[in-house]
């Protein structure tokens, strides 16, 4: 019977019975060859692998995109440039320098009428246009002579390794 007050009884997990030692080994549980190996550790594998066609369509494609990407670049390049030469009044010293050189009677000479951003912005549309053109017909023949070249030499020879 329990104590009044006493908290009440919790029964202890039975603990698993133990195997009586063998006579031959001192407290050592006996092993059974070959059941159980360790793992060996692993090595680092490699696969050496021949890069022997390339695919002109998706070669088309990727060019496309990065050129594209690129003519981006160069856009907003040329703004952010010609942005920071008329902060800096860059355009205001060279119309100074310029009216210095040719004299006052030549009527003054506004470099920001010859290079507006409008006309600035213009020609590197014109110029990124031209670059995806170029760019992606450029890398579209560069594999089909890379297919050519490979079915007579074989490839190029790539190694992978699994670190």
């Known amino acids: 019977m329990r104590a009044p007050g006493a908290p009440p009884r919790v029964n202890a997990p039975a603990r698993p019975a133990q195997r009586p030692a063998s ?3 001192s407290g050592r549980p006996t092993q059974r060859p070959g059941l ?3 793992a060996p550790k692993a090595k680092a594998r490699k696969a050496r692998l021949l890069v022997s066609k390339v695919d002109p369509w ?5 060019s496309f995109l990065l050129s594209v990407a690129l003519g981006i ?3 907003v390049a040329a703004i952010v440039i010609w942005t920071v030469l008329d902060l800096t009044g860059i355009f205001d010293g060279v119309n100074d320098l310029l009216s210095e050189i040719a004299g006052s009677e030549s009527g ?3 470099l920001r009428q010859f290079a507006s951003l409008t006309q600035v912005v213009s020609f590197a549309t014109i110029i990124a246009v031209v670059n995806v053109v170029l760019l992606t017909a450029l890398a ?3 594999a089909v002579l890379y297919n050519i070249s ?3 030499v074989g ?3 790539v190694t992978l390794t699994d670190d």
């Open 58 to 62: 998706s070669v088309l494609k990727m």
């Open 23 to 25: 006579a031959g080994q």
């Open 150 to 152: 490979s079915a007579l």
């Open 36 to 38: 159980v190996k360790p």
């Open 73 to 75: 670049v160069t856009v």
């Open 108 to 110: 003054g000479f506004d």
């Open 155 to 157: 490839g190029i020879g």
């Open 140 to 142: 579209m023949l560069a």
